[in-house]
């Protein structure tokens, strides 16, 4: 139980009380111990001293333990992150890099289906030559004269040959002078080889003719197919069986398609009449021709080239129609 504060009583004349006495040697017993107590707590000597000192230190290294232990954790926690952040970064480099090479490709896939239409437009150096393995073979250059006894000259090619003999399609323009007798002999050429040609049969309406030489065994051409059907724009090579570099080819495109003839731009020059209008696969699609007029005029720059199947009018003999399978028609 507290007990409020009273004010200490005047003290009475006379001797003081006994409690009174006892309070005031205590308080003064106090005093005189406080001295010796604070003297004990500050060492004097040098041990004591340095007891002190070890104290310090001891605590001073516990704490820069603790104060490392502190910021070492801290750096074990930065490198963790940096070595997730890498790992974590190198595979979205590694994803990020796939990407973009897919989108790369596909790319690249859009840009080659874009110029598929430039290619078709302009055939570059390995179409031409590949078209010259296919073709060269069976392509001759034709030499004799016209009426006049002036050069004349123009290309055939192998549509059929036996053991002895092969046929060659040429154009009856070249070799208009030897359909009357006495006529121009005829030559075919190919490569170093020159033959004596023979002039079997001709269709001066359709500017063809079949010529005969005395070497069998020779490769024919492969005529292209019916269907699909030939289409306007499609490119076109015209083939000459003479060229300095091997067999010469030029190039152009379909202007019109019907079963009069073939209408092209490929440049068609006279050493190139008789010879091959062929399409990218090196399949024959008719005869080349400087004079064939189907429509009664000439168009400049535009030429005709006789539909191989018209051939087999008059010129060869084809099984069903086809000219892969013909052989020489009636002697004119």
């Known amino acids: 139980m507290a007990y409020p504060d009273v004010a200490e009583p005047e003290a ?17 017993a106090w005093r005189a111990q406080s001295p010796e107590w604070r003297e004990r707590m500050v060492p004097k000597t040098v041990l ?29 926690e930065d490198t963790k992150f940096n070595t997730d952040f890498a790992a974590q970064f190198g595979e979205q480099f590694d994803n990020a890099k796939k990407t973009i090479e897919a989108d790369a490709t596909n790319a690249r896939a859009a840009i080659q289906s874009e110029l598929e239409p430039l290619r078709r437009s302009a055939a570059g150096g390995d179409t031409l030559t590949n078209l010259q393995k296919v073709i060269a073979p069976s392509t001759f250059f034709v030499q004799t004269q016209d009426e006049a006894g002036r050069a004349s000259v123009g290309s055939a090619f192998v549509v059929a040959s036996d053991s ?32 004596k040609a023979t002039l079997w049969t001709w269709d001066e309406g359709k500017d063809l003719a079949l010529l005969i030489i005395d070497r069998g065994s020779l490769p024919k051409v492969g005529f292209a197919p019916t269907s699909p059907p030939l289409k306007l724009g499609e490119r076109v090579f015209s ?16 202007s019109d398609v019907s079963a009069a003839g073939i209408m092209h731009d490929a440049a068609v020059g006279q ?8 399409n990218s696969d090196g399949k024959v699609l008719g005869v080349a021709s400087r004079n064939y007029a189907p429509l009664g005029y000439e168009s400049d720059g535009v030429t005709f080239a006789v539909p191989s199947r018209t051939a087999c009018d008059k010129v060869l003999k084809c099984p069903n129609g086809d000219p892969a399978g013909a052989s020489a028609g009636a002697k004119a």
Do not use: C, H
């Open 48 to 76: 004591g001293i340095s007891v002190i000192i070890l104290a310090f230190a001891v605590g001073s290294a516990f704490s820069g333990v603790a104060l490392y232990a502190y910021y070492q954790n801290k750096i074990d």
């Open 239 to 254: 083939v000459s069986g003479l060229g300095g570099a091997g067999t010469p080819i030029t190039q152009g495109f379909v």
């Open 271 to 278: 050493g190139f009449q008789g010879g091959p209008l062929i």
């Open 12 to 28: 009475p004349d006379g001797p003081p009380p006994t409690w009174l006495d006892n309070r005031r040697e205590k308080q003064q």
């Open 164 to 195: 002895k003999q092969s046929f060659l399609l040429a154009s009856y323009a070249t070799v208009k002078a030897s359909t009357r007798a006495p006529g121009p002999g005829i030559m075919a050429r190919q490569g170093s080889n020159q033959t």
